[in-house]
T-cell receptor, first 115, second 112 residues
Framework: DAGITQSPRHKVTETGTPVTLRCHQTENHRYMYWYRQDPGHGLRLIHYSYGVKDTDKGEVSDGYSVSRSKTEDFLLTLESATSSQTSVYFC??????????????FGPGTRLTVL | GDSVTQMEGPVTLSEEAFLTINCTYT??????LFWYVQYPGEGLQLLLKATKADDKGSNKGFEATYRKETTSFHLEKGSVQVSDSAVYFC???????????FGQGTILTVHP
């Protein structure tokens, strides 16, 4: 299995508080992604990174920011959490270049509840 | 933009029954197509993939054929087992950086 960990695995927070989720990989893969999973929507891309300090927005990026200062770590930040951001968040990695045929490996997920 | 539509679930089958989960897509160009599986409490795992028209992906008894003429990538298995109970996601990758577009997922429950 690809070496991907996410922390925390579960978090409950209150509306308006900042939250940072961490994705850590030991595979030295170049590409990293953050998705959120919600019933009826499958997984939707929030942000992705194609290298250290190189990031871009996905389809549901409003209210989220990311940072990647090292190859192995990709952080997702909710600056001011809202109840609509209650979800399960998955990190994924891909390493074989920008080819569309390349598999992504997924982390175990973080369940975030915003009260 | 790209989109993926999966058949509505949940799907409930008896062990050894035949499984089909329909998936159709909309994309420009020539996307790659994937089926991912998610077991309870876990992340997604790649089940199979196809990268060009008429390719057949297969793994663990599951198969899917990339049909460009019908823009479909239906998942099939001839005889399901209880251990196949999971959520199945169809996805495509058609843009740069390998970004995936997912269908909404189909919950499969197999009873003994």
């Amino acid at each position: 299995d690809a070496g991907i960990t996410q922390s925390p695995r579960h978090k409950v927070t209150e509306t308006g508080t900042p939250v940072t989720l961490r994705c850590h990989q030991t595979e030295n893969h170049r590409y990293m992604y953050w998705y959120r999973q919600d019933p009826g929507h499958g997984l939707r891309l929030i942000h992705y990174s194609y290298g250290v300090k190189d990031t871009d927005k996905g389809e549901v990026s409003d209210g989220y920011s990311v940072s990647r200062s090292k190859t192995e770590d990709f952080l997702l930040t909710l600056e001011s959490a809202t109840s609509s951001q209650t979800s399960v968040y998955f990190c994924a990695i891909s390493g074989m270049g920008a080819s569309a045929s390349v598999e992504q490996f997924f982390g175990p997920g973080t369940r975030l509840t915003v009260l | 933009g790209d989109s993926v539509t999966q058949m509505e679930g949940p799907v409930t089958l008896s062990e050894e029954a035949f499984l089909t989960i329909n998936c159709t897509y909309t994309a420009t160009g020539y996307p790659s197509l994937f089926w991912y599986v998610q077991y309870p409490g876990e992340g997604l795992q790649l089940l199979l993939k196809a990268t060009k028209a008429d390719d057949k992906g297969s793994n663990k008894g599951f198969e899917a054929t990339y049909r460009k003429e019908t823009t479909s990538f239906h998942l099939e298995k001839g005889s399901v087992q209880v251990s196949d109970s999971a959520v199945y996601f169809c996805a495509l990758s058609g843009t740069s950086y390998g970004k995936l577009t997912f269908g909404q997922g189909t919950i499969l429950t197999v009873h003994p």
